[in-house]
């Protein structure tokens, strides 16, 4: 029977805290389901008790259909672990994506020092392979940090994560890279996730939500320490109350309501915290903890709950107000409710204390029907994200148990040809066609062919992912997929291959751009232009990257040339990024980015000119081009003269052609992705741009616009450089602008995933096997 494991430093059903709770309720419902689950945790009590005391006795029990297995928790150096961990919870700086808030020292200390378990490591060593999954929650102890690693290609890390300290360690960063999949528990803990570790983390997220137990009013006269629900007109705010939770801002705002208008409305708090605030407002009862009957009548009878807490992964005070159709108000810097109070429609959001005034305000006067509404809103999002069932079976499909009769799947369709390959000139790290190339390679043998790329030329870095071209190593019966573009030396084997055959064209950029600096450049280019007319007789199949090199296509003479997008996959920036680059770059300057080859046709040149006005706007700032530059190219040898002709040294940085660690920095730290180009046949990097939710604004040109679709923010002219610096600046400064564009370029980026491309794949595949003959 398939094993699923869930590794926790503590269990058991009376535990308290929203971890340990929904440990529990996943593993016992799992198993009253039929799934075989077993619990890994330790000999730990409680998170209140010493970490290093072993209280519970190291066995193998079972309740409630769960088998647990307990191992002894190893000793630790509680004081160092203390002083470690003060620091951190005292920081006073912001906290900055990437950047470890402690020495590396500091960090490996919390990590060793914390709650661990050397047996559980080593049972996980020996027995993994018994194992059908495992899921690690939560994410910021030492059974999860050194557990996961042991088994990451079988780990499913359930964070429950917050924004803070422990969120930016490099090690905790690592396991949400290294883990097979990431389960969340709100859209907002989602988003969280992917603002700290970047987007590489987002095709294996899942919001699997968490549940509530509903509770029941059967509309009693009740009464709580002299307070009378059902008798009274109150706003409720339920849960811990202390600062941390945001509860002294609630009173002042509320306070500040009673000063300002003449109401007879109550706020009334409820839940643990070692002060009581009765007395601190009018009309302020604090009832400290209650019974949970008691809690049922409050939210069965308040006007509407208020959550102001800015750090939650996950509010199930929030579940329970929609359960009973009440609206609620939560804090507009907390994801996890403000994310779930947007999708819902059910309540309002607030930052500032005087937004909080308003409100009280509002809903003192505002009318049942809005209030009902905006509950009924509420319920409907509850019954879908935190209903346990459907909880569970979101947990049943991701981890592949589903107990759901599996459904018929089509046959694969019956193949004439072996093999197909691929031939390209070159093959070179980070290149977009190299990438589209390997990618098409990864697929057609997942399709069943043998399937290789041939290349002229092969970076050294590349070099596992190709083969050098001999004209005896492919197949004449293979089908041949043949990528043009600026090189040409395998054009006439291409012509001669006698099987069916695709031509992928990926752009020409015309001569002209070149003519000024390289003119011999010029020449190549236009040779490959003047090979394209010819190849059109030889390959009855073509597609370009975009509709713009399609029309090429046509007009050089091939039939019904389709469109293949190249594949942009976020996954690829599943990995940490430079460490040193991050905090570089997160300094308060404003990093305006452009990343592509130092080329005159991508118009580098252009974009100086317009920084420099950019800075008589906003001095705080610099100017990052990413991309492959010759020193002795003229034209790069151009663009120094133009940073040193407008003294723009202390602002401009040209890197080169940075690795994957150093380009994810870039793409995380930029606060606009900012192209002057002239020349673009698909323009990968406005569509990686998208992913890290950069602001994109571009030269409306080529294919340009087709990439960017509805998100479009373009401009159409470059004969006013002040007035389009003007603009980028209003990009970069102006927040709701930025969120506006940012919206729109989501719903763009997913058209460029595999998975959306895959379907032409398979359609351009359809083709070249159509009328083989052996």
């Not at 939560?330 to 204390?353: F, P």
């Not at 005034?357 to 994200?385: P, R």
Request: charged residues 20%.
């Amino acid at each position: 029977m398939t094993i699923i494991a869930i590794v926790t430093p503590w269990f058991g059903k009376d535990l308290k805290g929203g971890a340990e709770q929904h440990g529990w309720q996943v593993a016992t419902r799992l198993a009253s389901r039929g799934h075989q689950v077993e619990v890994l945790t330790t000999c730990s009590g409680a998170f209140s008790q010493d970490w290093s005391v072993n209280s519970l006795k190291a066995a193998v029990t079972k309740e409630q259909g769960v088998t647990i297995r307990r191992f002894r928790v190893d000793s630790r150096d509680k004081n160092t672990f203390d002083q470690v961990n003060g620091l951190m919870l005292n920081l006073a700086s912001p906290l900055q994506p990437g950047v470890n808030p402690v020495s590396l020292e500091e960090s490996s200390i919390f990590v060793t020092e914390n709650i661990n378990s050397t047996e559980l490591l080593n049972f996980l060593k020996d027995q993994h392979k018994n194992y059908h999954a495992f899921i690690f929650l939560p994410y910021l102890y030492g059974v999860i940090l050194n557990g996961l690693p042991i088994v990451a290609n079988k780990a499913f890390l359930q964070p429950c994560l917050h924004d803070e300290v422990y969120a930016y360690l490099p090690q905790v960063a690592n396991i949400f890279h290294i883990a097979k999949a990431l389960l969340f528990i709100s859209e907002g803990e989602a988003r969280l996730a992917t603002k700290l570790y970047g987007p590489g983390i987002i095709n294996k997220s899942t919001v699997v939500g968490a549940g509530i137990e509903p509770g029941e009013y059967n509309n009693q006269e009740i009464t709580i320490k002299n307070f009378q629900p059902k008798q009274e007109r109150f706003i409720l705010c339920l849960g811990r109350r202390d600062p941390t939770k945001n509860t002294d801002l609630l009173i002042r705002a509320f306070a500040s309501f009673k000063q300002q208008y003449q109401s007879n409305l109550k706020l009334v708090l409820a839940g643990p915290g070692s002060t009581s605030f009765n007395g601190f407002a009018p009309d302020l009862i604090d009832l400290g903890l209650v019974e949970e009957h008691e809690k049922e009548a409050l939210l069965a009878n308040c006007f509407a709950l208020f959550q102001p807490s800015q750090n939650e992964s996950y509010s199930r005070v929030m579940m329970e107000a929609w359960f009973y159709k009440r609206p609620v108000a939560v804090h507009g810097d907390c994801l996890a409710t403000s994310m779930a109070v947007t999708s819902a429609c059910g309540g309002w959001i607030a930052r500032a204390e005087s937004e909080w005034t308003e409100l009280f305000s509002h809903i003192d006067t505002n009318s049942e029907q809005e209030m009902i509404d905006l509950g009924t809103k509420g319920y409907i999002y509850a019954q879908e994200n935190a209903v346990w069932d459907k909880i569970i079976q979101r947990y049943e499909h991701k981890l592949g148990v589903s107990l759901q009769p599996a459904v018929a799947t089509t046959k694969p369709k019956a193949r004439k040809l072996q093999e197909i390959h691929q031939l390209l000139p070159n093959l070179a790290y980070g290149d977009a066609i190299s990438n589209q190339a390997i990618a098409i390679r990864d697929y057609l043998r997942n399709c069943g062919y043998k399937s290789d790329i041939f290349v002229r030329y092969l970076d050294e870095r590349v070099k596992d992912e190709a083969i050098v071209f001999n004209p005896k190593s492919i197949n004449r019966k293979a089908g041949l997929i043949y990528h043009h573009s600026i090189g040409s030396e395998l054009t006439d084997f291409a012509i001669a291959h006698p099987s069916h055959k695709c031509l992928i064209y990926h752009n020409i950029t015309p001569a002209k751009f070149f003519v000024p600096y390289r003119p011999e450049f010029a020449n190549i280019l236009e040779k490959g232009r003047t090979d394209l007319k010819q190849l059109a007789q030889y390959f009855p199949v073509s597609v370009g990257d975009s509709e713009y090199n399609a029309a090429e296509l046509a007009a050089s003479g091939f039939s019904q040339p389709g469109v293949l997008p190249i594949m942009v996959n976020p996954s690829k920036w599943d990995i940490l990024a430079d460490a040193e680059l991050m905090q570089k770059l997160q300094d308060g300057k404003a990093n305006l980015l452009f990343v592509g080859r130092l080329a005159p046709n991508k118009r580098q040149d252009d974009l100086l000119e317009a920084f420099a006005h950019y800075l008589t706007m906003d001095c705080d700032a610099r100017i990052i081009l990413v991309g492959y530059g010759d020193v002795s190219d003229p034209y790069y040898q151009h663009l120094i003269n133009t940073i040193n002709r407008l003294n723009l040294g202390d602002f401009v940085l040209l890197p080169g052609q940075a690795n994957d660690a150093e380009l994810l920095a870039y793409y995380r730290t930029a606060h606009l992705f900012w192209s002057m180009s002239e020349h673009e046949g698909f323009c990968v990097p406005i569509v990686e741009a998208m992913w890290f939710d950069i602001p994109i604004l571009a030269y409306k040109s080529t294919a340009v616009p087709e990439t960017l679709g509805e998100a479009a923010f373009m401009f159409t002219s470059k004969d006013d450089l002040p007035q389009i610096a003007a603009l980028a600046k209003l990009t970069v400064r102006d927040q709701k602008l930025r969120a506006k564009i940012i919206k729109a370029q989501c719903r763009i980026r997913n058209r460029f995933l595999p998975q959306n491309i895959y379907n032409i794949l398979d359609n351009l595949i359809s083709q070249i096997e159509l009328d083989y003959h052996e």
